[in-house]
């Protein structure tokens, strides 16, 4: 392959029926052998938007170790459907626990789900995508007191809201 691809991943909701709907899209996380020259490249088939997130190969190493939430929950919650030399298995073995800037990126993400939440309220063309991005925000809050309290990653509207991880809270 002229890109020099090393893994092709398949992320996010499409891998779980219960969160997966019409709206949903689809993610993947492809992992070169160099960096990439774009990193987030968008398309739209069948209806679906897609979307592919590109990272080097020592790029994504250094995700893992720093924390990037995209990165830790690929390695425990995907559908790895290409891995030259089992390289993202190899990755995936390891312990990769939740940092500090993990809390921070999802904190960071929370309020910028409730900023999009704000203006679609403000300009109401489609009140879907306002309950939406509340949905969004406090889920990735949730995914952050996880990530601090437990120590742990959790993906999925059901993982966040499941009853183990909630009596925990109580």
Known sequence: D??????IVRIGSSLRKEDFCDRSDIDFLII?????KHVLENDIQDGFEIHMV????KAFLDSLKKGVPLDL???QHEMALYDKKRFFLKAK????????ATIKQWMHTAAFHLGDAAMTYSWPVDLYDYFKYLHH???????AIIAKEQKRIVEGDRQVGHPAV???HV
């Open 73 to 75: 929950v690929a390695v």
């Open 32 to 36: 070169q052998q160099k960096p990439p």
């Open 2 to 7: 002229k890109r020099g691809i090393i893994s």
């Open 166 to 168: 909630a009596e925990d």
């Open 93 to 100: 073995r390891k312990n990769h626990p939740p940092t500090k």
């Open 137 to 143: 925000a406090a889920r990735e809050s949730c995914r």
């Open 54 to 57: 590109r990272r080097g190969k």
